[in-house]
């Protein structure tokens, strides 16, 4: 659709009509008035916990499709991929893709770069943005670091002691090179809730009592721990 709201193209364009559902497209711009297209993809489907996958597909400023028919494989592993994909243009007519991948048995993150003719740039099937195994990680939020590359920072769930965890988890956040290369960054911002307090019932300000545990060894996760837990991770980071 063009600036004055008139249809740019005379009808609409198929991006996949392969088997089975695609789902959750995202899209970025290629920068020549085209974009490209990345979807969770379910054509090779051989079960409940196999056959995700991630494709993609560059439509030109003409509406024609690019790539291979139904999209170029971003990420196909007989393991799931979930529908939490991110695009963001590389600079150069491609495109850096991010995605939650479960291939080493826990949700960790994934990339790959797409040039613009549609021939994937880093190992097949993707990187590995993380450096450690310890978390569950979701929805990554990529951005360009202006020279081809990305900074991918990606939300995690800890699990059991969080605490006993949280210094190797704050090791995830990286910088993706335009080549592929991984470089984990030496400062984080660690973002807090109000449950981290003590007594919520009054007004509270960076100075008021943090919660505690009479047990720092415990596992459990609920109302009565979570925001102690929360503290103790804090308190490891800094």
Known sequence: IGPSGVLAWTSDVAVCT??????????ASDGAG???????????NTGYNSGFAVYAQRIDANGATKWA????PIATTDNPQNPFNEIIPDGAGGAIIVWQDYRSGA???YAQRINSAGTVQWV?????VSKTAASYQYIARPVSDGAGG?????????SGAQHRRAEEAMRLYAGVFPDGRIDSVERYVYVSTISVYADLSVARD?????????????????GGTYGALKALCERRVT
């Open 69 to 72: 028919q139904n999209g170029v």
């Open 150 to 158: 990305a900074i991918i920072a990606p939300c995690l769930m800890f």
């Open 206 to 222: 960076e100075s008021g009592p943090l919660a505690t545990l009479e047990d720092e060894t415990t596992e459990e996760i609920g």
């Open 107 to 109: 949700w960790q993150i």
């Open 34 to 44: 085209g974009a490209i297209v990345v979807w969770y993809d379910h054509r090779n």
């Open 18 to 27: 392969a088997a089975e559902d695609q789902q959750k497209p995202k899209i």
């Open 124 to 128: 097949s099937n993707g990187i590995r």
